[in-house]
């Protein structure tokens, strides 16, 4: 989709669109349709780096005049400055969660707030973006400071500050030399200049968590963060803005991080250095990978399951090679997820993939992903003892949906099972989803019994 808005154009991820040229020539800056090829080249040439920093593929399609041009997103999501064929920037080039329609990164907030999983995105230097709403999401990391900016705010952290003071008596460490040159009036014999140090809860650390905190604060409460969140905290922000209102912020470009701070205070800092980095470089090509968020919604949703059907998870559980010194084979394999329940094992491997939702366009390559995937998942299922193996390889779908194939070895009788299951990355489908996975797992620990009767 092209956009006006400084927007060369928008997309979802794991998507394709095709525009053909005379919708960009304006924009690509093309003299002579003659050559529209060569010149979509070089525009393609000009913004190579830009275009794989988020995962975009680009392809030319069809003869000069008539052709057109295909985009392809992967995983990312995240916002890159676009050249023309003569290097003068033209726009952004956008691509949104596919899951969230008009509100972005609203939902994807709310599932990160489910798995207690922080953003991480990243960002290398370019032009800065033209479109002020497809600035990295700022608000997201903001959520995170403010969370954990109140537990310190709680605690009562105090610290010793070093104060300059006029005193009555000489105490802690007098500045003699000024005196001397001001006990000549002897209404300054008895006044002291004196550096205390003095227990302080508004001391100069937390001015400086402050200036960061006002920085969330303005981002939280604009109209870049959405109207549900900005609701939500907003009760939380006036309660903490009280509490500081007598400090008065430090500016400050990075905090130090102290190995005698407590722990909840070296968690603050680290944010709110995140905070001030992001700060300073929201203006340029970013991107957030949902792979790891898909790997960690999956995995919550079979911990619920599982809790319902009776059984185990286990997390992480990396199988090494007995010869890691072997440079043609693998050191290790990484299952996602092994569920366990009587004596079955289930290996899962999540992949935010398109595949779903493109069933009705499997072209070559897409079936060599796919058989990529399955040889996978199933390679995993190899370390099962058990006759028949089970393997779920789940992918995002619109709804919840899943195919059954079955494998059988004619030599020792072994069978594995091989489910492709569709999970929507929504928490309004979630209850509907653990409902959909329990049936699956019965249904598929009946049907080994069955053939083991």
């Avoid at 230097?125 to 400071?145: G, R, T, W």
């Avoid at 995937?373 to 393997?391: E, L, N, P, R, T």
């Amino acid at each position: 989709m092209i956009n006006n808005n400084n927007l060369f154009y928008e997309m979802k991820c794991l998507s394709s669109s095709k525009s053909n040229y005379r919708r960009l020539e304006k924009l690509v800056d093309v003299s002579d349709r003659r050559e529209n090829f060569k010149i979509f080249n070089i525009f393609i040439q000009n913004n190579i780096k830009n275009l794989d920093f988020l995962g975009i593929n680009c392809n030319l399609e069809g003869y000069e005049k008539e052709g057109s041009i295909l985009f392809e997103s992967s995983q990312y999501v995240g916002a890159i400055p676009m050249m023309s064929s003569k290097n003068i920037q033209i726009g952004d080039f956008c691509v949104t969660p596919r899951f969230a329609n008009t509100k972005k990164f609203e939902e994807y907030t709310e599932l990160m707030d489910l798995l207690e999983h922080s953003i991480e995105y990243e960002i290398i230097d370019s032009a800065p973006l033209k479109s002020e709403f497809m600035k990295p999401p700022l608000y997201l990391e903001c959520m995170k400071f403010i969370n954990l900016f109140e537990l310190v705010l709680k605690s009562n952290w105090r610290m010793f500050d070093n104060i300059n003071s006029i005193e009555k008596l000489p105490i802690g460490e007098v500045d003699w030399k000024k005196y001397y040159l001001n006990e000549y009036k002897i209404e300054n014999r008895l006044r002291f200049p004196c550096k205390k140090n003095i227990l302080n809860i508004f001391h100069n650390e937390l001015a400086k968590l402050k200036y960061v905190f006002l920085i969330c604060q303005k981002e939280i409460l604009s109209t870049n963060t959405p109207s549900k969140i900005r609701n939500s905290l907003s009760d939380k922000l006036h309660v903490m803005g009280k509490k500081l209102h007598k400090l008065q912020p430090i500016t400050v470009d990075k905090l130090v991080v102290k190995a005698s701070e407590k722990q909840a205070i070296k968690n603050t800092k680290v944010q709110a250095n995140k905070i001030l980095n992001s700060h300073a470089t929201k203006g340029v090509a970013w991107r957030v990978d949902f792979n790891e968020v898909f790997e960690k919604f999956i995995e919550y949703l079979f911990k619920k399951t599982m809790n319902i059907v009776g059984g185990s998870v286990h997390e992480n559980k990396t199988i090494y090679s007995q010869n890691p010194f072997n440079k043609l084979s693998l050191s290790h394999l990484e299952p996602d997820i092994i569920l366990e329940k009587d004596q079955t094992l289930f290996f899962v491997d999540a992949k935010y993939k398109s595949h779903f939702f493109n069933k009705s366009n499997l072209t070559s390559s897409l079936k060599d992903e796919i058989r990529k995937d399955q040889h996978q998942v199933m390679a995993y299922s190899s370390f099962s003892k058990s006759q028949d193996k089970f393997c779920f390889l789940c992918y995002p779908s619109a709804e919840v949906n899943y195919e059954k194939n079955r494998y059988m070895n004619n030599i020792n009788g072994t069978e594995t099972h091989l489910y492709s299951i569709g999970v929507p990355l929504s928490l309004k489908e979630m209850n509907k989803t653990i409902s959909s996975l329990s049936l699956i797992i019965n249904g598929a620990l009946a049907d080994k019994n069955k053939s083991a009767a």
